[in-house]
């Protein structure tokens, strides 16, 4: 069974830093594109960050420039770092990934999503 497990999140203040991160475990063959979506309260999840195997990165216009998007591809692992946070980054975060399975099922993978707070 493949998984991704993801890193609590928390409160922080307008201004703060944060940082995520996200592991995959399991029957995993392969892993393509991870990346970062958020879901703020009555509003549709939208893609915050992602990022390929061989490092290409992709930004909402929003978090250009505060946040940046990383992975250990021998620790199946991918991060955000989130910088000068604002109060309309809070939301639930999830952590995606494009995965293959030993079994040769490819699919997209879903964290169970971590709360971020931002004060102002």
């Known amino acids: 069974q493949v998984q991704l497990v993801e890193s609590e999140g928390g409160l922080v203040q307008a201004g703060g830093s944060l940082r995520l991160s996200c592991a995959a475990s399991?029957?995993?063959?392969?892993?393509?594109?991870m990346g970062w979506y958020r879901q703020a309260p009555g509003k549709q999840r939208e893609l915050v960050a992602s990022i390929t195997t061989g490092g290409s990165t992709n930004y909402a216009d929003s978090v250009k420039g505060r946040f940046t998007i990383s992975r250990d591809n021998a620790k199946n692992t991918v991060y955000l770092q989130m910088n000068n946070v604002k109060p309309e980054d809070t939301a639930v975060y999830y952590c995606?990934?494009?995965?293959?399975?030993?079994?040769?099922?490819?699919?997209?993978?879903w964290g169970q999503g971590t709360q971020v707070t931002v004060s102002s």
């Open positions: 995606n990934a494009d995965m293959t399975s030993i079994r040769g099922l490819r699919r997209a993978y």
């Open positions: 399991g029957s995993i063959f392969t892993i393509n594109v």
